[in-house]
């Protein structure tokens, strides 16, 4: 069974997939690896591009965007936390099975946690949205009644005492939310929270309820279950490490799977120095180059680069940035398969995110003689962007179009590991 039909019949006929999967024997590993990362991943990806593509308006202060690097670092932190919380909330299930009458069974729990966190998973494709948190409760909610669905099935727990069963590892599941969210908030500075659901957008329009699912492979979902097949590989190296009781390998076969994981299925690394320097010249429109700084790094090897340039002759500046991607290139490219989209206007200004030509453009205007910013992703991977309070949009997107694009995106395969 494909992750995309488990997704569906757990979701809309749970009842009948508890029976089903009560009767797997589905290898722990196997769960994590084929279901739970590539589910996981979709929190973990959605909060990137809402924070370090479109960015989050808070009031009295506007938009703001984490920038690529610490929102990787957030993204694996909370893809990581996202499959230790699995862990912990099946050892909890376990754990109280006996004071419910229950059937403690360390590979039945896992199942049952695993799979009720599906509809949260999914949910989690809305971080890309702002204030979508009654769509995170439903979610939420919803999660709950399919673990009280599978409790009797999995843990053989009495009908009658399901709820009570339920609602105590919920408490459970709360606090662990609760010291998660800590964690998150102590190494990013703000938490980001799973929310919403999958649209027919998402899904290409083809995900439909009858028994046979057919996903578009170029929608977003069907990336996600093309790349599942991916992280199942590295999953599959990490076990062989394992066995092999050798620490060195273990250790970079997990950093092999986070490379995978936010490379979209590929490891990329991106260009270096010298290849990015020809892309920042030295006047842009008219004004000359007065700072200029140049850098590559990243962690385990989920690397990315980045040119920053000010242009100023004392009365207009403008800020230059081309960022190459590279280890997390396959966050970005989501966002541009999804066909990411955002249009919001008030008295201070606009800001507009959209696709045109196939490129992912950002549009963002002051009335108030703030800051005006134009940017566009190139070949699904390059960042370029403008911006300046002295100067119209239309200056800047000539800035930005200034730039050899096309020799940019002809670069989009360098350094690509398949």
Known sequence: MTIVERVKNICFSPTTEWTVIETESTPPATLVSGYVAPLAAIGAIAGFIGGSIIGRTLPFIGTYRVG????????????????????????II??????????????????????????????????????????VLLAALYGIYLMYLGMPRLMKCPQDRAVGYTALVVVCAIVLNIVVGVASATIT???????????????????????????????????????????????????????????????????????TLFGGGKRVDPISIDELKPFVPETIAGLPRTRNNVTRN????????????????????????????GGVSGLVALATWTGTQEDKEDEYGY???????????????????????????????????????KLDLNMLKSVVDSIDLAKLESMKNAGVQK
């Open 68 to 91: 690529i690097m610490p929102g990787a670092i957030v993204a694996v932190f909370s893809f990581v936390m996202a499959i230790v919380g699995v862990g912990i909330l099946s050892l």
């Open 94 to 135: 376990n754990a109280l099975a006996p004071t419910f009458g229950a059937q403690k069974d360390s590979r039945q729990a896992l199942k049952l946690a695993a799979y009720s966190y599906t509809p949260a998973w999914v949910a989690g494709v809305l971080q890309i949205l702002p204030l979508v948190g009654v769509l």
């Open 189 to 259: 500075g703000f938490g980001m929270l799973s929310s919403g659901a999958l649209t027919s957008a998402v899904t290409g329009g083809r995900l439909s309820s009858s028994d046979n699912v057919q996903v578009d492979k170029d929608s977003p979902l069907g990336k996600l279950e093309e790349l599942s097949k991916k992280i199942e590989q590295s999953g599959k190296k990490i076990d062989a490490a394992e066995k092999a009781g050798d620490p060195a390998a273990q250790t970079a076969a997990a950093f092999d799977a986070l490379g």
């Open 298 to 325: 990243g962690i385990g090897g989920i690397m990315v680069a980045q040119a920053e340039a000010t242009y100023s002759n004392g009365e207009k500046e403008i800020t230059f940035e081309i960022t190459d991607t």
């Open 351 to 389: 800001e507009r995110t959209r696709k045109v030509g196939g490129r992912l453009v950002h549009e963002k205007v002051s009335k108030t003689g703030g800051t005006n910013e134009y940017g566009t992703v190139v070949g699904d991977r390059f960042a370029v962007s403008a911006k300046s309070s």
